[in-house]
């Protein structure tokens, strides 16, 4: 199975950006499914963007225009460019995959079988 590794968490200002992202290792060739979702405290785990295995995207609103998703399939690696970041933005950020993930089911957690250990995200005012 794929091992996920996030960086590029940190504290910044509001208005400020990060760039998380998400190595996969090379245990396995096969190619997945990828999301990103976020936890913060005392609040249960979403998803906020996801890229399928054709490059299209998906986005819930809280994040649409200040968020992009991307990856590198040369390198194996996810992204998630974070601009305009918000105080409400603060939580800790998780990487998952699946080999496949249908439709609407992109934003549940029990969509994807692989998950990253997170990087925490604070944004302060």
């Known amino acids: 199975q794929p091992k996920l590794v996030e960086s590029g968490g940190g504290s910044v200002q509001a208005g400020g950006s990060l760039r998380l992202s998400c190595a996969v290792s090379?245990?396995?060739?096969?190619?997945?499914?990828m999301g990103w979702f976020r936890q913060a405290g005392g609040k249960e785990r979403e998803g906020v963007a996801s890229?399928?295995?054709?490059?299209?995207?998906n986005y819930i609103d809280a994040v649409k225009g200040r968020f992009t998703v991307s990856k590198d399939n040369d390198k194996n690696i996810l992204y998630l460019q974070m601009n305009n970041l918000k105080p409400e933005d603060t939580a800790m950020y998780y990487c998952?995959?699946?080999?496949?993930?249908?439709?609407?089911?992109?934003?549940?957690?029990?969509?994807?079988?692989?998950w990253g250990q997170g990087t925490q995200v604070s944004v302060s005012s």
């Open positions: 998952a995959a699946n080999l496949y993930v249908f439709g609407d089911r992109w934003s549940l957690d029990s969509a994807y079988a692989y």
């Open positions: 090379r245990t396995t060739n096969k190619r997945f499914h």
């Open positions: 890229i399928d295995l054709d490059g299209v995207t």
